[in-house]
């Protein structure tokens, strides 16, 4: 498993789970550009930057399985996707328990930040 490997392991983990997140981002990247041509942008990146990352994160996330598989790369990948599992009920779909307005009310207080324009209604 990942807990009792050695640094290069998780060097090697971590840098797989890494290019993973920067090829997601590109593809966005593109997604974006063609579904939403006229957002503003602070700056728009030549079309070959993000392809030319997308070609590179695809063979730094398919050469280490090839070269070498291990299981630690299926639990890499697995537990990105159970991020879905938090990531679809409560971003995509917008469920907003009513407990979790007093977690966050406890925790704002607990490391002492700011609370947001929607919690005032705490004060």
Same mark, same amino acid.
């Given at each position: 498993?990942?807990?009792?490997?050695?640094?290069?392991?998780?060097?090697?983990?971590?840098?797989?789970?890494?290019?993973?997140?920067?090829?997601?981002?590109? &593809?966005?990247?593109?997604?974006?550009?063609?579904?939403?041509?006229?957002?503003?942008?602070?700056?728009?990146?030549? $079309? @070959? !930057?993000?392809? $030319?990352?997308? &070609? !590179?994160?695809?063979?730094?996330?398919?050469?280490?399985? @090839?070269?070498?598989?291990?299981?630690?790369?299926?639990?890499?990948?697995?537990?990105? $996707?159970?991020? $879905?599992?938090?990531?679809?009920?409560?971003?995509?779909?917008?469920?907003?328990?009513?407990?979790?307005?007093?977690?966050?009310?406890?925790?704002?207080?607990?490391?002492? &930040? &700011?609370?947001?324009?929607?919690?005032?209604?705490?004060?």
């Amino acid at each position: 498993m990942v807990l009792y490997g050695t640094i290069d392991s998780l060097i090697d983990f971590f840098s797989f789970t890494a290019w993973i997140f920067y090829g997601g981002a590109m &593809v966005a990247l593109i997604v974006m550009r063609y579904t939403k041509p006229n957002y503003p942008r602070p700056y728009k990146v030549p $079309l @070959i !930057i993000p392809i $030319l990352v997308m &070609v !590179i994160s695809g063979y730094l996330v398919a050469a280490p399985i @090839i070269e070498k598989p291990q299981i630690e790369y299926l639990y890499a990948v697995l537990f990105i $996707l159970a991020g $879905l599992i938090f990531y679809v009920p409560f971003v995509h779909y917008g469920y907003h328990p009513k407990f979790m307005d007093n977690v966050t009310l406890f925790f704002q207080m607990l490391f002492e &930040v &700011v609370p947001t324009t929607s919690m005032a209604m705490f004060d």
